[in-house]
Nanobody
Framework: QVQLVESGGGLVQAGGSLRLSCAAS????????MGWYRRAPGKQRELVAT???????NYADSVKGRFTISRDNAKIRVYLQMSSLKPEDTAVYYC?????????WGQGTQVTVSS
């Protein structure tokens, strides 16, 4: 089992910035593939940014140039630096970790962007 705990959400005005953090514990591994997803009100959960197994990064088109994903060398912490936030970025943000055939999710952290 892997436990994921997100932090860093909150309320911010449009144009502002927030930094989300996710820490993995339990049966972690350097093979963890971690990323961020979000679910806006009334919508399905969607990819925001993620590392891929070969170490490259995928971003949703809607966040390219505004959000940056990063991680620590041990690959047990992943961060999401969000800048130039827009009201449409309002959502619950989830950390996701994949290890082999197993996928783990954090409990989510609320990000609200006011106009």
């Amino acid at each position: 089992q892997v436990q994921l705990v997100e932090s860093g959400g909150g309320l911010v005005q449009a144009g502002g910035s927030l930094r989300l953090s996710c820490a993995a514990s339990g049966r972690t591994s350097s093979d963890n593939v971690m990323g961020w997803y979000r679910r806006a009100p009334g919508k399905q959960r969607e990819l925001v940014a993620t590392f891929t197994p070969d170490g490259t990064i995928n971003y949703a088109d809607s966040v390219k140039g505004r959000f940056t994903i990063s991680r620590d060398n041990a690959k047990i912490r992943v961060y999401l630096q969000m800048s130039s936030l827009k009201p449409e970025d309002t959502a619950v943000y989830y950390c996701r970790a994949a290890l082999g055939n197993y996928v783990y999710w954090g409990q989510g952290t609320q990000v609200t962007v006011s106009s």
